[in-house]
């Protein structure tokens, strides 16, 4: 009688890259730093970068591989590096990995970003706990240079599809969600918010999120980031209740507690 195999599970973590060279090992790190019982597979999608960010991540990923000593704690890790022939933006550039995710969940991770080395085996078992169809963590704020900003964005316990229409609670590199679920829908729309939109979308149709209130992301406020921008990231919130077929004043009803909602998320 042949013995059964003990296959980890898989999570796919998609990460776009647009000239990325100055943080993007840092990124990478954090995920191959991952703890769990799973195993990973990273993609890096290079978004027709100018700069070194192809030659960061081969150097980067060699360096690793020739490390005497790797944690065995750290779950099994895969890099699979592709580049697109011409600038597609972040929206198509991470919905061309969901399609080639082999994971049962994606984990989406901005190139300037990183995650505290428990982040996704702390996700994965709330995901379990909840039967969960996505789950996020909360933030700290870091400074374009890596240090804290010493503000923490944190995240309710859950989610709804009304809460989420009143503020966007959800940071997509904070977000694990099942790549079913990611293929039914995917991202639309990178002029506005277009991990925004894929929430609102699936919790529309599937009815909430999970949230583990810890700080598990550290987000970088690089000067390249949609957040630096009040006004323009206004808009884009306005543009995202147009687009999903509301009314000017209906619009303007949850656009006004967006507003709040910004100003005291961080003004704390």
Not at 111 to 121: G, M, P, R, V
Not at 138 to 161: C, K
Not at 180 to 199: C, K, S
Not at 228 to 241: D, E, I, P, T
């Amino acid at each position: 009688m042949e013995k059964e195999q003990n296959v980890q599970p898989l999570i796919s973590v998609i990460m776009p890259a647009h000239n990325a060279e100055k943080y993007i090992t840092v990124a990478m790190e954090s995920v191959f730093r991952q703890k769990g019982d799973f195993a990973i597979e990273l993609y890096v999608v290079n978004d027709a970068s100018t700069d070194n960010t192809e030659r960061v991540v081969k150097d980067w990923l060699d360096a690793y591989k020739n490390r005497k000593e790797i944690s065995k704690d750290c779950c099994n890790c895969e890099l699979i590096y592709l580049k697109n022939e011409h600038n597609i933006g972040v929206a198509e550039t991470r919905n061309r990995a969901i399609r080639l995710a082999g994971g049962g969940y994606i984990a989406f991770l901005d190139a300037d970003d990183w995650w505290q080395e428990d982040k996704l085996l702390r996700q994965m078992a709330l995901i379990r706990e909840k039967n969960a169809i996505l789950c996020a963590t909360g933030r700290e704020l870091m400074r374009a240079d890596g240090g804290s900003l010493g503000r923490v964005i944190g995240i309710p316990q859950e989610i709804t599809y009304e809460m989420l229409l009143r503020t966007n609670c959800i940071p997509c590199s904070a977000a694990v969600i099942r790549t079913e679920v990611a293929r039914e829908f995917y991202m639309q729309h990178a002029e506005l918010h277009e991990d925004y939109i894929l929430w609102l979308r699936v919790l529309k149709k599937y009815g909430r999120a999970y949230g583990l209130d810890e700080p598990m992301l550290k987000s970088r406020m690089s000067e390249a980031g949609k957040s630096r921008n009040k006004l323009k990231s206004a808009r884009m919130q306005f543009g995202v209740y147009r687009y999903l077929g509301f009314g000017i004043f209906k619009s303007l009803f949850y656009f006004v507690q967006y507003a709040v909602n910004g100003v005291k998320k961080y003004s704390k």
